[in-house]
Each structure stands twice: as structure tokens, then as C-alpha cells.
């Protein structure tokens, strides 16, 4: 079974621009999660999406958004890019989004803004 | 204040030795405790997840202990192999809060031959 594929793998932005990450869960999964992760704060959980509905959500400004399509797969939108949202986007699917899931990360998008 | 707070930050073993790793949390009620182990450029892999009720739980030379008396939980790694070389990251979730998970910010283990 295919694992959850990001794309792109990498990309570089200026400063003010907008970006859209794509991520595919693993084939049967209906939960996507998105997390951040940079050197100084770890890994921060920004949304979880079921079912084309998003269930939970971080402490993210709302210049991060997702969406999920009726296939489960999902993508993450940022607008007016900021030089601190450098970082390492991860995106996790797992079967019905229960907490005892065992969740399956992608390998992520690293995102760089000049 | 991070409510997930782990220890030693990095670690430096030499191959065939047993190390522990510590994770202190103050997330209270939590469902459960997770660890993680994630190589350098790929995304984090599940080791094990346990509930308030369990005290232990392995996966191969993986074992990972609960005491939810003083929220701690450690992850003991038998017999490093020079592929334990990886951060490895705890993570707290709270009871209907579904994956807002609370991460630590890891500890970086290096095994050197």
C-alpha cells in the first residue's frame, strides 16, 4: 500500500506570496492532519480535517487554511507568506481519526521564505 | 509553557549500548501518550501508543513506560544500532481534542560505532 505522499517536496517563496500544499493519504484513510515543524518550536498541530470537515484546529493565524476533497486527499493554504513561516510542513492521515490511530506521516514539504 | 517537555534535548551513545529517554507532561486529562522516532528529512514514524491505563509497551528493542501518577513516561532502546540515530519526539493528546496533539520537542539521539 502507497504511503502519504506531499507535494511539492520543496519550495521557496518570497515574502508576501501565497503557497498550496497537497498531501494524499494513504488509500482507505479519511483523517488528515497538518502540523508545522521548525527547529526552535517542534512540531505544532495546525488542523485535522474528517470527512471533508475539519474537526480541529490549532493556534495558527488565519492565513492557514486547508480544505479536504471527497477522496481525503487535502491541501494547506498560506497567504501573505511571512519569513518566520519558514519550516517543515508535515501532513499525517490515519484510518477514522481516533485518537488511538496509529497516525502515518507523509515525508513533508519544506517550505523556505525569503 | 510547553505542556510536553522532554530530556536529555540530545544524547550521544556508542553502538550496542541501552539508553533512556525521558518525557515529562502536565496535559491533564490525556488519552494517550505516544512515542515517535523521526530520521533526519523524513516524516515522524509511530513506535507506540499507550492509554492512561497501560504502564508499558513495546515494539521490538522499543519499550516505552507510563506512570500517570507523576505524568511521566520513558522510552528504553536495547542494543542501539547505529539506525536509532533519530530524534525521537513524545506526544500527549487530550480526550476529544483528536489529533491537537501536544509535542515535545524531541531529543536527538546519535549512536556511534
Known amino acids: 500500500k502507497a504511503g502519504v505522499t506531499q507535494t511539492p517536496r520543496y519550495l521557496i517563496k518570497t515574502r508576501g506570496q501565497q503557497v498550496t500544499l497537497s498531501c494524499s493519504p494513504i488509500?482507505?484513510?479519511?483523517?488528515v492532519s497538518w502540523y508545522q515543524q521548525t527547529p526552535g518550536q517542534g512540531l505544532q498541530f495546525l488542523f485535522e480535517?474528517?470527512?471533508?470537515?475539519?474537526?480541529n484546529k490549532g493556534n495558527f493565524p488565519g492565513r492557514f487554511s486547508g480544505r479536504q476533497f471527497s477522496n481525503s486527499r487535502s491541501e494547506m493554504n498560506v497567504s501573505t507568506l511571512e519569513l518566520g513561516d519558514s519550516a517543515l510542513y508535515l501532513c499525517?492521515?490515519?484510518?477514522?481519526?481516533?485518537?488511538?490511530?496509529?497516525?502515518?506521516f507523509g515525508p513533508g514539504t519544506r517550505l523556505t521564505v525569503l | 509553557k510547553n505542556q510536553v517537555e522532554q530530556s536529555p534535548q540530545s544524547l550521544i551513545i556508542l553502538e550496542g549500548k541501552n539508553c533512556t529517554l525521558q518525557?515529562?507532561?502536565?496535559?491533564?486529562?490525556?488519552?494517550?501518550l505516544r512515542w515517535y522516532k523521526q530520521d533526519t528529512g523524513r516524516g515522524p514514524v509511530s513506535l507506540t501508543i499507550m492509554t492512561f491505563s497501560e504502564n508499558t509497551k513495546s515494539n521490538g528493542r522499543y519499550t516505552a513506560t507510563l506512570d500517570a501518577d507523576t505524568k511521566q513516561s520513558s522510552l528504553h532502546i536495547t542494543a542501539s544500532q547505529l539506525s536509532d540515530s533519530a530524534s525521537y519526539i513524545c506526544v500527549v493528546s487530550a480526550p476529544h481534542s483528536g489529533y491537537a496533539l501536544n509535542f515535545g520537542k524531541g531529543t536527538s539521539l546519535l549512536v556511534t560505532p
Open positions: 488509500s482507505g484513510h479519511r483523517s
Open positions: 518525557c515529562n507532561y502536565t496535559v491533564s486529562p490525556f488519552s494517550n
Open positions: 480535517y474528517f470527512s471533508e470537515t475539519q474537526r
Open positions: 499525517a492521515s490515519s484510518l477514522s481519526g481516533q485518537p488511538a490511530d496509529t497516525q502515518y
